[in-house]
């Protein structure tokens, strides 16, 4: 992930003490796509701060099987 590709696209607010928190409708213009694209971009971020991490979490695959008792 390219560094200043990220830069370009960050917002900050400054909130003082006291103050309410501003509305967010920001994401409501968002599409679905755009919304998971920004979900999968801060996994990354928060992957690369794991520094045993070295690949991609993939989905746990475990079996189980519920056997129901015979009528």
Known sequence: M???ALRKN???RVIRQ???LPE???WENFTPE???NAVWEL???CLAWQRDQVDE???QRSVSRIQRPGR
Request: glycine content about 4%; charged content about 35%; proline content about 10%.
């Open 18 to 20: 006291g103050e309410p």
């Open 57 to 59: 979490p993939r989905l």
């Open 10 to 12: 960050i917002t900050s």
């Open 43 to 45: 996994t990354l971020l």
């Open 24 to 26: 967010e409708h920001e």
């Open 34 to 36: 755009e919304r998971i």
């Open 2 to 4: 390219d560094s200043t």
